[in-house]
Each structure stands twice: as C-alpha cells, then as structure tokens.
C-alpha cells in the first residue's frame, strides 16, 4: 500500500493565476498519475508523470497549461496555469503500478473566481 | 475518452437492502476494478476482478464480471448509512501504456 500526502486540500484562486499541488508518497512508486474530477463528473486522466522526462499528457491536456514535475520517486508537482472558472475542479494525484490498484490523495478542490 | 458507463447513475435505499451497480465498457480489458468516493474527495480501492475470473467477493461486496457482454455488477449487501458514496468502476485496457479510465459513477444514497 502507499500513503500520500496531497497538498494543499483546496484553494480559491483569481483567474489568470497559477497554483501549483504537491503529491508526496510514503513510498517509492514508478507510477504516478494526475487526474481532474469535473463538477459531478468522473475523473479523467490529465498526464503520468514520469521520473526524469517529461509527463505523457493525454489528448485534450498540454503541457503549457498543465506542467508537471517529478524530481524523484517519491515526489510529483502539477501546477495548473492561467486559471479561468473552467478550471474550477479537483485534482488527484495517485500512485501504483500498471493493471494493479490505485491508491489515491485526497484530491485538491480548485476554485477558480 | 470515457470507457466504463454505470447505471444507475444515482441509486437511494434504505439499510438493510441490497445495493447493485452496473458498468459497461467498450474494449477488451486486463482487469476491472471498483472505487469509493466520499464526498468529492479521494477514491478508494474496493476490489478488482481480472479479466479470467466471473466472480469475486469482499466482505458484503460480491462483484462479476461479463466479459462476454463487457459488463460487470458491484453488489453491496445489508447496506449501512456509511455505504452511501459514489461508486466507480475502472478498466486497464488491453494496450501497453494506458493508465485505468473511469466511468461516470453512480451515486448511492442509504437512508437509516
């Protein structure tokens, strides 16, 4: 199993601006995945942060917009760029390997005025 | 692109009943796995069932798995107040390098 620690838990942010979200993990994992929960929506996958290249971002996600960090095994960062109330969402970080369980943070509620 | 569809998409009941979801999905699959999400936040692993097996079991939770139809069931017995979550069924394609895709969920709401 993996804990992580996902911050910050929500934030309310003006538009035009950026906020960055830290996943820390109790562990080290290979894997680790970014997603945006929408309003009363499911999650869809934004990007898998790879250790030491750059993220693979998924159709509909770009790196401009969406740039992702991930220094070591244990640590990713997402910062969400030139926020519009669109953007407004939670985003969830998660961990584990491929074809196995996930294990998830609690996920950062964005408010975006 | 969105692969598992659940019905229904919000289910109310009282203690003590029985509780049953459904996720279809389009592709082949590895394996289909369900989650909890209390209140917007972050999910939990319930169970996952491999694409060679038609049925698993976890304490009150019984879940199948059709591959035949692409179809699987959650079935959540004696439900209790704190059972009431959203539930999400997930598949890891069968292709090299995608990551689990979720399904809409579906809301489920137990009334004591």
């Known amino acids: 199993s993996a804990v992580i620690s996902q911050k910050p838990s929500r934030d309310i942010c003006q538009r035009g601006t950026s906020l960055t979200i830290q996943c820390q993990v109790d562990s080290q994992v290979t894997m680790m995945f970014w997603y945006r929960q929408q309003p009363g929506q499911s999650l869809t996958l934004i990007a898998t942060?790879?250790?030491?290249?750059?993220?693979?971002?998924e159709s509909g996600f770009v790196i401009d917009k969406f740039p992702i960090s991930r220094p070591n095994l244990t640590f990713s960062t997402l910062t969400v760029s030139n926020m519009s109330p669109e953007d407004s969402s939670i985003y969830l970080c998660?961990?584990?390997?491929?074809?196995?369980?996930?294990?998830f943070g609690s996920g950062t509620q964005l408010s975006v005025l | 692109s969105q692969q598992g569809e659940e019905d229904p998409q919000a289910l109310s009941i009282q203690e003590g009943e029985n509780a049953t979801m459904n996720c279809s999905y389009k592709t082949s699959i590895n394996n289909l796995q369900w989650y909890r999400q209390n209140s917007g936040r972050g999910l939990v692993h319930l169970i996952l069932?491999?694409?060679?097996?038609r049925e698993k079991h976890s304490g009150r939770l019984r879940v199948t798995l059709d591959t035949s139809k692409k179809s699987s069931s959650l079935l959540i017995t004696a439900s209790r107040a704190a059972d009431t979550a959203s539930y999400f069924c997930a598949t890891d394609a069968n292709q090299a390098g995608t990551a689990l895709i979720f399904g809409k969920g579906t809301t489920l709401s137990v009334s004591s």
């Open positions: 998660s961990v584990g390997d491929r074809g196995e369980k996930l294990f």
């Open positions: 942060a790879n250790q030491g290249s750059e993220a693979t971002y």
């Open positions: 069932i491999r694409s060679n097996e």
